[in-house]
């Protein structure tokens, strides 16, 4: 998804193949969840250098981006592109789409507000959801970025998508990521507030 996102929208494409069995790309260093289950009980040292050689290029890569735009006097959109379990702690999710951002930040309440109208307007068998299945403000990178640039110059939004329409490549994968990237387009399109 974030692949064809960004060829589509001509903008830099920052992914990782590292699995949250070894480090979760998306946490903070220091909270609870960094590593899994099968690494927090590595010594000290192996977890350090699974975060210099996996985490730090990651993470540093995604906020050289948003430097440089914003240093180019531009309001930069992020769309951190995830996906989630349909089943967690045996309750079912309901959404196929979720749209996570920090409610407290106009340009984000926005942009989702529109994707999600957008997006309805295209697919409307989708359930899209805003700041569902996991609030917007939680841990994660976006939440990182906007510490550390203000709501004038950043914008950082989550796009979950339900593993149940990726898994298997379901028939329904390729028009929900024509979909979204169609819907994405219009839900910036002649706005004055991204």
Same mark, same amino acid.
């Given at each position: 998804?974030?692949?064809?996102?960004?060829?589509?929208?001509?903008?830099?494409?920052?992914?990782?193949?590292?699995s949250r069995l070894l480090?979760?790309?998306?946490?903070?260093?220091?909270? @609870?969840?960094?590593?899994?289950?099968?690494?927090?009980?590595?010594?000290?040292?192996?977890?350090?250098?699974?975060?210099?050689?996996?985490?730090?290029?990651? =993470?540093?890569?995604?906020?050289?981006?948003?430097?440089?735009?914003?240093?180019?006097? =531009?309001?930069?959109?992020?769309?951190?592109?995830?996906?989630?379990? @349909? %089943?967690?702690?045996?309750?079912?999710?309901?959404?196929?789409?979720?749209?996570?951002?920090?409610?407290?930040?106009?340009?984000?309440?926005?942009?989702?507000?529109?994707? %999600?109208?957008?997006?309805?307007?295209?697919?409307?068998?989708?359930?899209?959801?805003?700041?569902?299945?996991?609030?917007? %403000?939680?841990?994660g990178l976006t939440a990182?970025?906007?510490?550390?640039? @203000?709501?004038?110059?950043?914008?950082?939004?989550?796009?979950?998508?339900?593993? %149940?329409?990726?898994?298997?490549?379901?028939?329904?994968?390729?028009?929900?990521? =024509?979909?979204?990237?169609?819907?994405? =387009?219009?839900?910036?399109?002649?706005?004055?507030?991204?």
């Amino acid at each position: 998804m974030a692949r064809n996102l960004a060829e589509a929208l001509d903008v830099p494409l920052v992914s990782s193949t590292v699995s949250r069995l070894l480090v979760d790309l998306n946490r903070s260093i220091g909270h @609870p969840r960094l590593y899994s289950s099968a690494t927090i009980s590595l010594p000290e040292t192996d977890r350090a250098t699974i975060v210099a050689e996996y985490y730090l290029p990651y =993470r540093t890569r995604v906020e050289d981006i948003v430097a440089r735009g914003v240093m180019r006097d =531009r309001r930069v959109v992020h769309v951190s592109s995830h996906s989630f379990t @349909p %089943k967690l702690d045996g309750k079912v999710r309901r959404a196929d789409v979720g749209l996570l951002y920090d409610p407290g930040r106009r340009g984000e309440t926005e942009l989702c507000a529109r994707w %999600k109208a957008a997006l309805a307007a295209r697919a409307p068998e989708l359930l899209v959801r805003r700041n569902y299945p996991y609030a917007g %403000k939680g841990d994660g990178l976006t939440a990182h970025l906007r510490r550390n640039f @203000p709501a004038s110059e950043y914008i950082g939004i989550e796009l979950e998508i339900n593993q %149940k329409l990726v898994q298997s490549q379901s028939r329904r994968w390729l028009p929900l990521r =024509r979909a979204l990237i169609d819907a994405f =387009r219009s839900a910036c399109a002649g706005s004055q507030s991204f």
